[in-house]
């Protein structure tokens, strides 16, 4: 065993020796080269800020996009947004279709709630979805798409030279599909899954708490039960399904290595071949309506911090109080660390990790203002009336200079995050043409905010935080309303919403 050991040790040092002579002997091949000369510069430390408050940025200047550069007429009823792109050799297509899928009867809320992902994970009728999924996988391409109460729309994402195969692939799924059995009942499957742990954390209670408080019962609200999901066939999904991705109405963003002329003859082939079944009714989207009715309601929860949101309804835009209401909800809350919520509760008190207030934005729908938190059960009330103070304090002496000048820098500051990539650029002005925003949409923004005045923050935080017109939404245990009046206590079979 000793000489074995031996002879081990010397073959390692023989080794690491002739590792080293090599080494050596390769080094000395090497042209021997100057020391590289570096340019150094004295700083004068007197010119130095004493803090980083007082570094001197430039003045911020950025002019958004002009959708008009990108717009392409492909037809009367076909409108894309194109960018060429040869940065990479990437290109994606996002395709908007006006057209709903309401429910019309509670027959239909399952089998509606589960066309949407049936369509790329049921297959077409030329092309088993694993035949689809493995010849997206040997090219890095990906499909997806689903419909939703106001559009149906799809997007395809891929290597350049494979764009054409993979849209035309989009298409036949889309336009053709077959809502394969097997995948119908896995998608089941997840769906009550899903539906039986529905209600498994407070967030999700909230959730459904506070869209029961808020919203008159309508069809885009209705939930599914389990005898519902368990019955979806795949004969109802193709007859619902039969008819959606209707070429009456297309929006299209496409970003990518191709060329914007050669992209536009694409298109005008590629949609001018877009059928589908002929369908005799297309629905429209039901507006969704608020109750209007201020109150406390709770749902008990055994847990040890109280979910709480409280909501008043807003706007619909376009609205000009929407740009001063959107200042007024950043002073107040939606500014994080500088928000007047986030010091006092957070910071002073230490109540709540996170506390915040947003206002709703939408050109469909009236919308909801909302402050929501986290806090233990037995703080909760004194939160509230934290809130309430703050929301009174500003409605009553307004916003600091600071505090405007703050709110507007960033809000304004924020608008390139918007056009990061060219399809962010192209896919943010496909969607405000179905929305139907005006093409200086982005130069108004600006204008908007700047012109916004204390006074009229005041105004905006007393008109859409008054305490007299919201609901407030507690999930916790009984000790989250203690000591609060009137308090409606909801129990927890009661929050869905039914036909």
């Not at 510069?41 to 550069?69: G, M």
């Not at 979806?232 to 193709?238: A, F, G, N, R, T």
């Not at 909760?380 to 507007?408: D, F, H, N, S, V």
């Not at 192209?426 to 405000?432: L, P």
């Amino acid at each position: 065993m000793n000489n074995k050991i031996f002879l081990l040790l010397n073959s390692l040092v023989f080794i690491a020796c002739s590792s080293t002579t090599h080494q050596t002997q390769t080094s000395t091949n090497i042209p021997k080269q100057e020391p590289i000369a570096i340019d150094t510069q004295v700083v004068n430390k007197s010119s130095l800020p004493n803090s980083y408050k007082d570094i001197q940025f430039p003045e911020f200047k950025y002019t958004a996009p002009d959708p008009l550069a990108y717009r392409a007429e492909i037809s009367e009823n076909i409108i894309g947004y194109i960018i060429q792109d040869s940065s990479l050799p990437l290109s994606s297509l996002y395709v908007i279709f006006e057209e709903s899928t309401n429910p019309k009867t509670k027959e239909e809320i399952a089998s509606k709630e589960l066309l949407s992902g049936m369509f790329r994970r049921g297959g077409s009728l030329k092309n088993s979805v694993q035949v689809i999924d493995d010849s997206l996988e040997f090219i890095s391409a990906s499909i997806s798409g689903g419909v939703s109460a106001r559009k149906s729309f799809f997007s395809v994402n891929t290597l350049s030279r494979n764009f054409e195969e993979t849209a035309l692939l989009a298409r036949e799924i889309f336009t053709t599909p077959a809502f394969d059995s097997a995948s119908l009942e896995i998608q089941k499957t997840a769906a009550i899954t899903a539906y039986e742990r529905r209600y498994d954390t407070p967030s999700a209670v909230l959730s459904a708490l506070k869209t029961k408080v808020n919203y008159v019962n309508s069809p885009r609200l209705w939930d599914a039960n389990l005898d519902e999901y368990k019955s979806v066939s795949q004969k109802e999904l193709i007859k619902y399904g039969n008819g959606l991705f209707n070429p009456k109405k297309i929006i299209f963003a496409f970003s990518g290595n191709i060329s914007r002329d050669s992209a536009i003859q694409f298109f005008k082939s590629y949609f001018a071949d877009w059928k589908v079944k002929e369908k005799t009714v297309i629905d429209s989207a039901e507006t969704i309506k608020l109750l209007r009715k201020p109150g406390i309601f709770a749902v008990e929860r055994p847990v040890t911090q109280a979910n709480i949101s409280l909501n008043q309804p807003f706007l619909k835009r376009p609205h000009p109080d929407y740009y001063p209401a959107a200042l007024a909800s950043f002073i107040l809350g939606g500014g994080g660390f500088s928000s007047r919520l986030t010091t006092r509760i957070r910071s002073d008190e230490g109540l709540a990790y996170s506390v915040y207030s947003s206002v709703g934005n939408s050109y469909f729908d009236t919308t909801l203002t909302t402050i929501a938190l986290q806090t233990k059960a037995e703080q909760a009330p004194y939160a509230i009336r934290l809130i309430q103070e703050e929301i009174q304090k500003l409605a009553t002496e307004g916003p600091t200079e600071q505090e405007l000048l703050l709110a507007k820098k960033t809000l304004i500051e924020s608008l390139p995050s918007l056009f990061a990539t060219p399809e962010d650029i192209v896919i943010n002005f496909a969607e405000d043409e179905f929305t139907g925003k005006k093409t200086d949409h982005y130069l108004e923004y600006v204008r908007e905010i700047e012109a916004v005045t204390a006074e009229q923050i005041k105004i905006m935080i007393a008109k859409y935080f008054d305490f007299t017109k919201m609901t407030i939404s507690i999930v916790g245990p009984s000790d989250s309303w203690k000591g609060l009046e009137n308090v409606v206590i909801l129990p927890l079979d009661s929050l869905e919403i039914r036909p």
